[in-house]
């Protein structure tokens, strides 16, 4: 039973630049949440997808985007590279987009590190 | 506002001993759920328990036991008889109920070192 699977493991860029992080969510789970958890402190949401739409966001700026395909996988994508988006971004898969009380399934993540 | 508190930051134990990990938490809300998460060195999280707020039976499974009281917003965490593969880093977390509007909010972790 396969669980979330995030890619690429690494990633460096520059600042100004954009990336794009991709999660497949665990077997039989329809929704994913995105978090940035920057060195020494806890995960913080940023947003939720369930039935290919966003259904809720943290406080992050629009340079923060998302998308969720028909397979359930997701993608998030961060414009205009800041320094301060150096951070490991962690995905998470539960069932039902019912919110956020619901224990969630986590990848291993994606660390980006701004040059 | 909600806010998580893990007060400390890294704690080190020698195998064996028992150890509690600490968190206090802030709601104004009547209805929420409390969490700890683990988060070994390989970086994903792994859910560990979920309690909601009218639940205030403490929980023990295996080495790990939870103390809940609202009286003090306090939701411990005890390791009993530690190992070094307990050795990670310990999130508390806290959301409100039911809404999908609701979002988690993490504490910053306490980093547990278990020493051999």
């Known amino acids: 039973d396969a669980g979330v699977t995030q890619s690429p493991t690494h990633l460096i860029k520059t600042r100004g630049q954009q990336v794009t992080l991709r999660c497949s969510p665990k077997?039989?789970?329809?929704?994913v949440s995105w978090y940035q958890q920057a060195l020494g402190q806890g995960p913080q949401f940023i947003f939720q997808?369930?039935?290919?739409?966003?259904?809720q966001r943290g406080n992050f700026p629009d340079r923060f985007s998302g998308h969720q395909f028909p397979n359930y996988s997701s993608e998030l994508n961060v414009n205009a590279l800041l320094l301060g988006d150096s951070a490991l971004y962690l995905c998470?898969?539960?069932?039902?987009?019912?919110?956020?009380?619901?224990?969630?399934?986590f990848g291993d993540g994606t660390r980006l590190s701004i040059l | 506002a909600q806010k998580v508190t893990q007060a400390q930051t890294e704690i080190s134990v020698v195998e064996k001993e028992d150890v509690t990990l600490d968190c206090v938490y802030e709601t104004r809300d009547t209805t929420y759920y409390l969490f700890w998460y683990k988060q070994p060195p390989s970086g994903e999280l792994v859910f560990l328990i979920r309690r909601n707020s009218f639940d205030e039976q403490n929980e023990i499974s295996g080495r790990y036991s939870w103390n809940f009281q609202k009286s003090t917003s306090s939701f411990n965490f005890t390791i009993t008889a530690s190992q070094v593969v307990d050795s990670a880093v310990y999130f508390c977390?806290?959301?409100?109920?039911?809404?999908?509007?609701?979002?988690?909010?993490f504490g910053k972790g306490t980093r547990l070192h278990i020493l051999p």
């Open positions: 077997s039989g789970h329809d929704t």
């Open positions: 977390a806290l959301t409100s109920a039911g809404s999908r509007d609701d979002k988690i909010i």
């Open positions: 997808y369930y039935e290919e739409e966003e259904r």
């Open positions: 998470a898969s539960s069932v039902g987009g019912t919110g956020a009380y619901q224990p969630q399934h």
